[in-house]
Nanobody
């Protein structure tokens, strides 16, 4: 069964940057699109960014131009570079594999907390 471990979160001031990592094990990572999701307190989990097997990407409007998703299939790892962070980016960030219609295919990991505050 696929296991996902997110890391790289922390406390950062507005305008700062963070790079998140997600390491996957137990599956054929390169077969799947990968997504980064986030869940803020009191809100539903939302999709932030997706990278497909061929490398094409999509972003939520709220992060477009500030966040960059990338993947390293040799390391079974997906990254999220977050720049120009805003307080509204504060959330627990998760990654997951997506099938051909965008449905997640693995149990959620523990996530990594990102807090943006002065």
């Amino acid at each position: 069964q696929v296991q996902l471990v997110e890391s790289g979160g922390g406390l950062v001031q507005p305008g700062g940057s963070l790079r998140l990592s997600c390491a996957a094990s137990g599956g054929i990572f390169s077969w799947y699109a990968m997504g980064w999701y986030r869940q803020a307190p009191g809100k539903q989990r939302e999709l932030v960014a997706t990278i497909r097997t061929g490398g094409s990407t999509n972003y939520a409007g709220s992060v477009k131009g500030r966040f960059t998703i990338s993947r390293d299939n040799a390391k079974n790892t997906v990254y999220l570079q977050m720049n120009s962070l805003k307080p509204e980016d504060t959330a627990v960030y998760y990654c997951n594999l997506q099938d051909s219609v965008g449905t997640i295919v693995a149990p959620w990991g523990q996530g990594t907390q990102v807090s943006v505050s002065s």
